[in-house]
């Protein structure tokens, strides 16, 4: 089956610091997803973005489809943004079925 | 907030008990997946339910099942429990197959 890796795996930042999170996958995909976790386990969904670039705020990402490789930019951090942040893609057509890679845990201290 | 809500949100159950985990979705989301995540590790697709029929299953054995009911709530049922089976429970919704799927809060299940 197809396979998610995130990098890196743990990252600890100052209050204020940019960061740039990775997913790397091994196949061509229909659907790609980044999520946040919060420390209470729910999972939010940031951006749909099998493809392109996209914004929200301080958030944007980037899917570069062809290499097979997304990247979600977060700007300006804050204590909030902690948590565990996941890339999901899906290959097949008909319903979703997302594998989640291994996740980026991220703390921003004050 | 996500508009999907789970029940119980913890529980402890004994090896080889059955347990019920419950779903309530957006109104008109009518796919539902369920999830489960061992500390530490990414979320690990179970099953889809579509239009309250199941439409597509992960690597699990059959001892874990489903049902989907038009008042747009749902239910994951695991028989036999096993001391492996302690996870976060995830419920994710959305339109059809849309691109936005929306997770509820989870039901952490702790086996012993």
């Known amino acids: 089956g197809i396979q998610v890796e995130q990098s890196p795996p743990d990252l600890i930042l100052q209050e204020g610091a940019n960061s740039t999170l990775r997913c790397n996958f091994s196949?061509?995909?229909?659907?790609l997803q980044w999520f946040h976790q919060n420390p209470w386990g729910q999972l939010i969904n940031l951006f749909y973005?099998?493809?392109g670039t996209k914004q929200n705020g301080r958030l944007s990402a980037t899917t570069v489809a062809t290499e097979r490789y997304s990247l979600l930019y977060i700007s300006s951090s804050q204590t909030t943004d902690s948590g565990v942040y996941f890339c999901?893609?899906?290959?097949?057509?008909?319903?979703?079925?997302?594998?989640f890679g291994t996740g980026t845990r991220l703390l921003v201290s004050p | 907030e996500t508009g999907v809500t789970q029940s119980p949100t913890h529980l402890i159950k004994t090896r080889g008990q059955q347990v019920t985990l419950r779903c309530s979705s957006q109104?008109?989301?009518?796919?539902v997946s369920w999830y489960q995540q061992a500390l530490g590790q990414g979320p690990q697709f179970i099953f889809q339910y579509y239009r309250e029929e199941e439409n597509g299953r992960g690597n699990f054995p059959p001892r874990f099942s489903g049902l989907q009911f038009p008042n747009y709530s749902s239910e994951l049922n695991v028989n036999a429990l096993e001391l492996d089976d302690s996870a976060l429970y995830l419920c994710?919704?959305?339109?059809?197959?849309?691109?936005?799927?929306?997770f509820g809060e989870g039901s952490w299940l702790t086996v012993v």
């Open positions: 973005i099998p493809s």
């Open positions: 196949d061509s995909v229909n659907n």
């Open positions: 999901a893609v899906e290959r097949g057509t008909g319903f979703q079925k997302l594998v």
């Open positions: 109104s008109g989301h009518n796919t």
């Open positions: 994710a919704s959305s339109w059809d197959s849309g691109n936005t799927i929306y």
